[in-house]
């Protein structure tokens, strides 16, 4: 119902298929934008909401309006497989922190200063929409930087068993996935993510997502350097995915899971850093732990992580459906969590605005992201040496 609510703010000219009208605004050429907003688009706004066809006009407006939803035009079948079915009816159990020897000295050589780099860069581009031509430029940019730091802080022994590689996508902005392969199990795969587009609630605007997620996306980039130069070498394969297309409705995170599913790829636990940077003024310092939609053992192991390699203390909070995409993978069956700044209505205010900048506030901050980075650090560390044998 609360999607029926909203379509009437959509503007009335031409039939739709909920009995409402539709205007259908062009969009032109601006920034080399390549979008049909008349195009038909198949969306799920929810587990028990059975899938309804929505112009890419009508997409935009529920994005402005904080609808979330998968857009599953192109992965239908994801988590309809036997084997999706049976791993998510196997209740998964995740070890007690133990690895306090190996995490701690890798925490020490986090630092703001490549993050702080990276983030000035990568909010420079207009927007990082994926269907823009900055959307594919920033992808590529952020491509060479993850291969920079691959190439100067893996030693020459670690080299061997990193790959970079682009998940190709047919909007033009590619996913990025850096693995490390596994010298015990490496069938046996971590994920830590973050999504690297963004969006003005119009996608034609100036978009420089700073926090959304651009945090994010420096925040497991640092993690990884960290790691690499510790000559970390775990028994699982651990990978870091930067998602194309999170703002059009999870569409890079759902193509990836998609293609795990089929291949019966055996994901262990997954994580997604989506705003990592922002304190509002006034409010504690905490992480906030997202609750709903996500996998309830994982969870509480991500908590004890918090506990005890964080300086800061988690809050317990909500998002939604399909706000972020760890849900893609929840949806393939997958253990998957969400961590973010703060509690979700504490979050920063200013995403998918011109406004999502660094220098906007001092609520923006670097110290507060680096928290996160030690929290991925800890997560691959402990989950990538852990068995289940």
């Not at 038909?40 to 609808?67: C, F, M, T, Y």
């Not at 929409?129 to 993850?146: A, D, E, P």
């Not at 949806?331 to 900048?357: C, L, M, Q």
């Amino acid at each position: 119902m609360k999607f029926l609510i909203l379509l009437p703010f959509l503007g009335i000219t031409q039939a739709s298929p909920f009995g409402y009208q539709q205007t259908q605004v062009p969009l032109g050429s601006k920034d080399g934008f390549s979008l049909d907003l008349e195009a038909q688009r198949l969306i799920q706004l929810g587990d028990s909401h059975s899938p309804v066809w929505v112009s890419e006009r009508e997409k935009i407006d529920l994005k402005a309006n904080g609808v979330k939803f998968f857009d599953i035009t192109d992965a239908v079948e994801l988590g309809s497989s036997a084997y999706a079915r049976l791993i998510g009816e196997t209740k998964a159990s995740f070890p007690s922190p133990n690895a306090t020897d190996k995490v701690k000295p890798v925490l020490k050589t986090l630092s703001t200063k490549g993050p702080k780099k990276n983030l000035k860069e990568f909010t420079s581009f207009t927007t990082r929409y994926y269907r823009s031509k900055t959307g594919q430029k920033s992808q590529q940019w952020l491509l060479s930087q993850i291969r920079e730091v691959t190439e100067s802080s893996a030693s020459r022994s670690l080299q061997p068993h990193i790959n970079v590689n682009e998940f190709k996508h047919s909007w033009g902005q590619n996913t990025i996935i850096a693995r490390i392969e596994g010298c015990v199990d490496p069938d046996d795969i971590v994920i830590i993510s973050a999504h690297q587009d963004s969006t003005n609630m119009w996608p034609f605007l100036p978009a420089p997502g700073a926090d959304d997620d651009g945090s994010g996306t420096v925040t497991i980039l640092e993690a990884y350097r960290a790691l690499l130069e510790a000559n970390f070498r775990p028994k699982n394969s651990v990978e870091f995915h930067w998602y194309s297309a999170e703002e059009g409705g999870l569409l890079g995170s759902q193509a990836v899971a998609s293609e795990y599913e089929k291949q019966h790829k055996k994901v262990i636990a997954m994580s997604q850093f989506d705003m990592t940077a922002w304190v509002k003024r006034g409010t504690r310092e905490e992480v906030g732990i997202i609750t709903d939609y996500t996998d309830e053992g994982l969870t509480e192991f991500n908590k004890k992580l918090v506990e005890l390699y964080l300086d800061i203390p988690y809050v317990e909070t909500k998002c939604g459906y399909a706000c972020s995409d760890h849900a893609s993978w929840r949806k393939a069956g997958y253990p998957s969590v969400f961590t973010i700044e703060s509690s979700f209505e504490n979050s920063n205010h200013y995403i998918h605005s011109a406004n999502d900048r660094i220098d906007i506030s001092d609520e923006f901050n670097f110290d507060h992201m680096l928290e996160f980075s030690k929290l991925a650090v800890a997560f691959a560390i402990e989950l990538g040496d852990w068995s289940e044998k």
